[in-house]
């Protein structure tokens, strides 16, 4: 994506910002001329940050202001103990506001609506933020929170509400429970936003299907407001992001070369406007990529596409980056092929080489026309020659993780 001289200027103040302010940012570059950055070749230079840098600086390293203009912090959920601090002014609540405003907007969500808001209010970013920009779109919002499933159908059905948020678990659980209870004609529901955590097709369908709703991936993480800075728009081709807010870049994972339109990579997030904690670089290991060229909406904000998985996730072979989720949708393709897989990752005759093994339930020719088929697919989605195996059901040992259907003994 090239960079706006907009976007250019808006980071290079944002640098003197965080340079003045003197604290993680200062510490991490100050070996960098500032001035010096003119292009977008000197900004692309300058080095990622991660989230074990925002952790730590705990507890309020990452402040570049003073402390009487901070007005709340937020929290990211840390697994391995120090969570990550992100101190907001007003600005920053008030520009979260605007951007998850223009999400609802995007959704085709108006002030007549009545906002259903399950996720969690608090520390985490999730509630507050649906809350906040229902509010500033001048919707009706029934701050729910999670849990109690009796008391969310019974105020879905009595405040007639007419769109659900929530994570995509919660939103099957509730439709099943709809589906279960008979009351699916006293659900008025038209709309469900849902929180962009990787979601199946079939999954996807199944919820849009039982709640009778359209759905929409909302995408966002804690460092960078939180959930509000992404949305699919109702022709579904990738989510639009607000690029006078955020500049995003998409590299490779393993090299940090910044990749082209189009190519899958890993999120970059660098924020233009923030004032408590701004990101410079910010590696998010979510992998999508910058869907290019015009959406049919018209609208000018680019698009990413959902969010495809973790690079953690991802293994290189021959050159070419690959990981679980990728094969899942491409297996979902393949005529036969049920949802089993596994792939093992070797090296024969000094070059890599990747063998798929599919369960299927065909037998003789038509199994051995269904890896042909399934060369083919990865060969001219992927750009990988593999080596095909259909086995039968059952064949392959189940494991509850997809991280796990990957196996590399290239090491
Ligand atoms: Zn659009």
Redesign the pocket.
């Known amino acids: 994506m090239k960079m706006t001289d907009n976007a250019l200027n808006m980071i290079k103040n944002q640098l003197k910002r965080v340079m003045a302010a003197g604290g993680f940012y200062a510490e991490k570059l100050k070996d960098v001329d500032i001035d010096g950055i003119r292009t977008q070749e000197d900004f692309e230079t300058l080095p990622f940050s991660e989230k074990a840098d925002l952790r730590n600086a705990y507890p309020l390293g990452l402040s570049a202001v003073p402390e009487e203009d901070i007005v709340r912090i937020h929290s990211s959920s840390g697994t391995t103990g120090t969570p990550v601090i992100i101190p907001y002014t007003q600005k920053d609540v008030d520009d979260w506001a605007e951007l998850f405003r223009r999400c609802y907007e ?1 959704a085709g969500v108006t002030k007549k609506d009545r906002i259903h808001i399950t996720p969690g209010y608090g520390l985490w970013t999730a509630g507050i933020g649906f809350q906040l920009g229902a509010e500033k779109l001048g919707a009706m919002t029934i701050p729910m929170g999670p849990g109690n499933t009796d008391k969310q159908i019974k105020f879905m059905e009595d405040m007639e509400s007419t769109v659900l948020c929530a994570t995509s678990s919660y939103a099957l659980l509730l439709a099943e429970e709809i589906e279960k209870r008979g009351v699916k004609n006293k659900i008025k529901l038209k709309k469900g936003v849902i929180g962009s955590e990787r979601w199946g097709e079939k999954m996807r369908a199944r919820i849009a299907d039982e709640l009778g709703v359209q759905l929409y991936d909302i995408y966002g993480l804690t460092e960078v407001y939180g959930p509000g800075i992404a949305i ?4 579904n ?1 990738g989510m ?1 992001y607000f690029d006078d807010f955020l500049y995003f870049e998409i590299i490779d994972p393993k090299t940090g070369r910044v990749l082209p339109d189009g190519e899958l990579g890993e999120l970059v997030i660098t924020t233009l406007q923030k004032e408590g904690a701004p990101l410079i670089r910010y590696r998010t290991h979510d992998l999508t990529r910058i869907v290019p060229g015009k ?5 000018s904000y680019p ?1 990413i596409d959902v969010i495809l998985g973790r690079t953690d996730d991802m293994v290189k072979v021959k050159g070419v980056n690959i990981f679980p989720g990728q094969i899942d949708d491409l297996l979902k393709e393949l005529e036969g092929a049920s949802s089993e897989y596994q792939v093992f990752i070797d090296h024969a005759e000094g070059k890599d080489q990747m063998t798929v093994f599919v369960e299927t339930a065909l037998d003789g020719e038509r199994k051995k026309a269904m890896e042909k088929s399934m060369k083919d697919l990865f060969k001219t989605r992927i750009g990988l020659t593999i080596v095909p195996k259909a086995v039968s059901i059952g064949d392959l040992p189940r494991s509850e993780k997809k991280s796990t259907r990957i196996y590399d003994y290239r090491y």
């Open positions: 995007i699919n728009c109702e022709y081709t639009h959406c049919p909406c018209g609208r698009r």
